[in-house]
């Protein structure tokens, strides 16, 4: 069902979130059975691929790999599974309480239902982690977040046509802000703890 349910979403996501808002799921069937799984999928494929894999790096004639130490790697996963969940609850309550500045109808699970589904590329994205010089086209792919952000407005928050556009941006701005600090904050963890490898 899981797979179903993000094969929908990335495929036909107008249908799929009339089903999502109609499928009475709460708070805690979203999160414990879409998010929770699918927020392993980068930090996993992220820590396999700091630690066995590694960077690339070249400084003039030395050339060599750069690794993270498996036990550094981990706490990096654990964070940035935990900073994922985090972040995805903060952006259903901003977009819950955007709603009433852009017509819409406040519904804190559907809000978060949004935020969640919303966010199945990015999720999906997070294989391509254990190549770490791939992030530039896990960072496209998840662009396409926002698409499905502005599909779902519509449904899930019952927001006006013309009102979209600016509710979309708002809520973008904010959540950049957030994802800009919870990055910062995994990737510190990284950069304290890199080991070169000739």
Do not use: C, H
């Amino acid at each position: 069902m899981l797979f179903t349910r993000v094969k929908d979403v990335l495929f036909n996501p107008k249908n799929t979130w009339i089903k999502i808002k109609e499928d009475g799921a709460g708070f805690g069937r979203v999160l414990t059975g879409y998010a929770v799984p699918l927020a392993a999928i980068p930090a996993i494929f992220g820590m396999l691929g700091y630690t066995l894999v590694g960077q690339r790096y070249a400084l003039g004639p030395v050339v060599g790999v750069i690794r993270v130490p498996f036990i550094y790697a981990l706490i990096w996963a654990i964070v940035t599974y935990i900073l994922i969940l985090v972040a995805l609850y903060i952006e259903g309550i901003v977009i819950n309480a955007l709603a009433p500045s852009f017509s819409s109808k406040q519904n804190a699970v559907n809000a978060f239902k949004l935020a969640v589904y919303a966010y199945t590329p990015a999720f999906v994205a997070g294989i391509l982690n254990i190549f770490p010089r791939l992030g530039i086209l896990v960072f496209l792919i998840s662009l396409y977040s926002v698409y499905l952000l502005y599909l779902g407005l519509p449904v899930m928050m019952e927001t006006p046509k013309e009102k979209v556009i600016v509710y979309l941006i708002v809520t973008l701005i904010v959540m950049i802000i957030i994802y800009l600090v919870f990055g910062a904050i995994a990737g510190a963890i990284l950069a304290a703890n890199w080991r070169p490898i000739l």
